[in-house]
């Protein structure tokens, strides 16, 4: 790795870490004794083991996670998988449970959720979402090993997308892919097809009750002995409800074995009363005060215990109580987080029945709790409790300070849905009243792409400039550089760059970074390469974090790309690529860019399956989460390759991704390429009436941007000329070709697009080639070797025309240029001839790829000899349109005469050979 790349790679973590989804969500509660066996139940749990969905239903209190916790240990001693999540009601909110679902598979198979987890923060459409699940069921089908998804507390789960994300995993799940829900009710889920299909296990609350003898076993397991009659009555009086059983047996331990009340206790509102009634008052007071306090938290500690009860040097004696109660009392269970502290948690019905009594406490009582709640959690990063916490204690402006001092942060570590969780929390008012937070809402909605939303931010924002201090100001513009570079506009950032280069004498590491990327990306697109470059190098000492410096180097490698140093820019990319793996979800924009330019730079080394291998599998990613530079260049590349392979269907797939993202996305760069690709698709398949649809389309991009001279708005221009330069040869109108081209040479030599320069040679040679102007054509061609051998081009030039090989031998046969350059020829051709002998279709089918039906009736006649007009007569056209056949004809075969057509006809026929392929070139 190089030494501008050392740095990049992170560091040990420094101070605390914010806790994205509390692990104890992501681990099965652990009981402190050991489970009542359930010999029978477990039997038809494990035999369900394979089912693709599996209920588990009951009341409060009937023993769901009890009995899904024992039949994960059943099924980890059958080599299965096992993720875990339980759900609160915190999690009734689509992108926070997503987010939760993705954590808990990770537990088990971080790669699986690689991509899911990406594009999570990104998009929350629909979608997208949907797309998410895909990639998670397909990951998980490669799998060898089974894999089964516990969800408990699925009820708390009320958003109607949550149940549809539900609903694709049921949907598209693999074989080796299972379900399990621990719900109070049956998820509003599809379920019929499932059950017809028996592929549904529901178990519900007479499976749970526990029988005589499970309830005898139970209450002897944690009472040490209990009379047989005593525990006959006791499951008569439960009718085995766990929880019931759960309380008596603490009620007994209490009273020391003087008696039970003959109440019946089966749901939940008689345990309340009888809890309320019969073990309350014989709890302790400090321990009643303590689990009181304590169920104002979905999970607790020994050290958040002793700051709730105000005792906060009283860590160790907390650590015995709740050892205790967890062994005594039964009442709460112990979670492993993945500190290893140990966590616990309140019994579900329990919890209800304390936050009920703790509603006839004062109300500066209870947010007295949650204030020391969230300042607790606030210390130790549990950034989501702390800022639920402070909500909850009235204090929305401390909730709101919270988010704002750690958003910048979590922001440069790619956190990206955690942190639009934690804004979703803060009321409104609190959002608008802070810049900082109005300035992350805009951004949050520019990287979801929601470009509505973050317009009408910035609008406002904009508005109120005038009123700001220096530093705000500031970075209103580099919000709005920021939007104008995803929309690939440079020339706003031209407009707004003294206000750029006026940086405030108190700005921060992050806004010389910002500044600097979008300076050097308005020089490297007007050519001013060597500029851009000294930009990113100056801003590199504010460059602090090690994704900064890794957005830096990225830039770098466009710059080189643009100006077609595509060997260095490869090696550049190919280490940013190494240390974005290694920096993680922090530096996913950056490897999105590296990997779309990567992309291209393999391609022009004529890599083929190397860009199919890295692109294809994130794609759709890249679409979402990159730059227009990236993905841009991810589409084309990987459109490119597969055509060249052979691979028409894929190489038009991805043509089609590449109009929808510039749709979707509004950019007419995108747009300017897509036509062009769509172009060359139409000329290749002799849609004659499409291709002229297209090229009015190209011509009406072309004309609004007509005067261009630099800037995203020159490239729209350059792509639009070069089709219709490609437009003229394909019709054989070879003037109209050098005509236009040779302007076109001049405006991509004056904005440094060099590869563009050696391919716009190699047209031009073949132009005059095909018009008879054999020493223009050398001409052409030389300059076209020289700089690309300088530069290292392959593609660019065996992609330029029709022909080329046969120009190349040409020029190596007659009057061969210097020994540099005839090498540099024959690695050429030898790259040409390893692309035509990849595998063809059958003769039929090329026959179909060169000619359509009515170009192949011209040349059968042609090949009896007959004149044009006699043509027109038995077709039924004029002698126009047989002429202009005759020119696409000529085109397609690369010859220039009739009896070149026949032969070039015959041969292919004879061979079984394809003729030269027909190329989408950037």
Not at 898 to 922: C, F, K, Q, W, Y
Request: glycine fraction near 6%.
């Amino acid at each position: 790795m190089s030494q501008s790349l050392a740095s990049a790679v992170p560091a040990p973590p420094i101070g605390r870490a914010i806790e994205a989804v509390p692990s104890t969500k992501l681990v099965p509660p652990r009981a402190a004794r050991r489970l009542v066996p359930r010999d029978a139940l477990q039997e038809r749990l494990l035999a369900a083991r394979r089912q693709r969905c599996v209920i588990v239903q009951g009341p409060a209190g009937s023993g769901k996670t009890s009995t899904l916790v024992a039949w994960r240990q059943g099924l980890l001693t059958l080599d299965f998988d096992v993720a875990w999540l339980t759900v609160a009601t915190e999690d009734n909110e689509l992108t926070r449970f997503f987010g939760a679902l993705l954590a808990s598979i990770a537990m088990v198979d971080a790669a699986v959720v690689a991509e899911a987890t990406a594009l999570v923060g990104r998009d929350r459409s629909k979608a997208v979402l949907e797309h998410c699940v895909i990639t998670v069921v397909h990951a998980i089908a490669t799998r060898a090993r089974e894999l089964v998804l516990m969800i408990d507390d699925a009820h708390c789960l009320e958003d109607p997308r949550s149940h549809q994300v539900l609903q694709w995993l049921l949907d598209y799940a693999p074989p080796n892919l299972h379900l399990v829900f621990g719900t109070r009710s049956v998820p509003p889920l599809s379920l019929a097809r499932l059950r017809a299909q028996g592929q549904l296990s529901e178990f519900d609350l007479k499976d749970l009750r526990f029988s005589q003898d499970e309830s005898e076993r139970f209450l002897r397991d944690h009472l040490g002995r209990i009379d047989a009659g005593d525990a006959r009555m006791l499951h008569q009086l439960t009718d085995g409800w766990v929880a019931g059983l759960q309380l008596f047996a603490v009620d007994l331990k209490a009273k020391r074995g003087t008696g039970y009340p003959c109440i019946q206790v089966r749901d939940a509102a008689a345990f309340a009363t009888y809890f309320e009634r019969e073990v309350l008052a014989n709890l302790a007071a400090d321990d009643l005060d303590l689990l009181t306090r304590a169920a104002t938290c979905n999970r607790f500690c020994a050290s958040l215990c002793a700051t709730l009860m105000q005792q906060p040097h009283a860590v160790a004696s907390m650590m015995s109580r709740l050892a205790r109660l967890d062994g005594d009392n039964l009442f709460i269970s112990q979670v492993s987080g993945a500190n290893q502290e140990a966590w616990y948690r309140v019994h579900p019905l329990l919890r209800e029945v304390l936050l009920e009594r703790l509603q006839g406490q004062p109300e500066s009582a209870r947010q007295a709790l949650h204030k020391a709640a969230w300042r607790w959690f606030e210390l130790r990063g549990h950034l989501d409790e702390a800022v639920r916490h402070a909500v909850q204690a009235g204090e929305a402006c401390a909730a709101a300070e919270v988010v704002e001092a750690c958003a910048l942060d979590m922001m440069g570590q790619g956190e990206l849905a955690q942190l639009a969780g934690l804004m979703r929390q803060l009321p409104e008012a609190e959002v608008q009243a802070r810049f900082r937070l109005r300035m992350i809402t805009a951004y949050l909605s520019m990287y979801a792409r929601d470009l509505d939303a973050m317009h009408a931010a910035l609008a406002r924002l904009e508005a109120e400039q005038d009123t700001m201090a220096p530093h705000e100001r500031f970075s209103v513009w580099l919000l709005r550089g920021a939007s104008a570079m995803q929309g690939d506009d440079t020339e706003i950032v031209r407009a707004i760059r003294p206000e750029l280069e006026a940086i405030p004498h108190d700005a921060q590491g992050f806004a010389f970074a910002g500044r600097a990327h979008l300076l050097a990306w308005m020089h490297m697109y007007d050519g001013r390469y060597e500029t851009a470059r000294a930009v990113l190098r100056d801003a590199a000492q504010h460059n602090v974090t090690a994704a900064r410096r890794l957005v830096s180097l990225a830039m770098e490698a466009l710059s080189l790309t643009l100006e077609g140093r595509m060997v260095r820019a490869e090696a550049l990319l190919r280490e940013v690529q190494q240390a974005c793996a290694m920096q993680g979800p922090a530096s996913v924009d950056v490897a999105g860019l590296a990997e779309g330019l990567l992309g291209e730079t393999l391609y022009e080394g004529n890599e083929l399956e190397a860009v199919c291998q890295l692109l294809e599998p994130r794609l759709d990613v890249l679409e979402r989460i990159s730059s227009p530079d990236g993905a841009l260049r991810a589409l084309i590349a990987l459109c490119n390759a597969h055509w060249t392979l052979g691979r028409r269907p894929a190489a038009l797939a991805c043509l089609e991704r590449l109009e929808r993202y510039a749709t979707r996305n509004r950019q007419e760069r995108a747009q300017a390429q897509a036509l062009a690709l769509r172009l060359r698709l139409h000329h290749a398949q002799g849609e004659t009436t499409q291709a002229m649809a297209v090229l009015g389309q190209i011509d009406a991009l072309g004309a609004r941007h007509a005067d261009a001279r630099h800037g995203t708005a020159a490239e729209i221009r350059r792509v639009c000329e070069r089709a219709r330069v490609e437009a003229c040869l394909h019709w054989q109108d070879f003037d109209g070709a050098v005509s236009r081209g040779l302007p076109l040479l001049a405006l991509s030599a004056s904005i440094g697009r060099w590869a563009g320069v050696a391919s716009l040679h190699m047209t031009l040679a073949s132009a005059e080639a095909r018009r008879g102007d054999r020493k223009a054509a050398r001409r052409h061609a030389l300059k076209s070797l020289r700089l690309g051998h300088r530069l290292g081009l392959v593609r660019s030039l065996l992609d330029a025309a029709a022909g080329v090989p046969a120009l190349l031998g040409d020029l190596l046969g007659d009057n061969a240029p210097d020994p540099v350059l005839a090498f540099y020829v024959r690695r050429l051709l030898d790259a040409g001839v390893r692309e035509d002998t990849t595998p063809q279709p059958a003769q039929a089918e090329m026959t179909d790829d060169i000619l359509n039906a009515r170009e192949r009736q011209v040349l059968d006649l042609v090949a009896q000899a007959m004149p044009n007009k006699k043509i027109a007569r038995v077709l039924g056209v004029t002698p126009h349109t047989v002429k202009w056949h005759l020119r696409k004809i000529y085109g397609k075969l690369g010859v220039s005469e009739r009896d070149e057509a026949v032969a070039r006809m015959r041969d292919l026929a004879l061979s079984g050979r394809h003729g030269s392929p027909i190329r989408l070139v950037n």
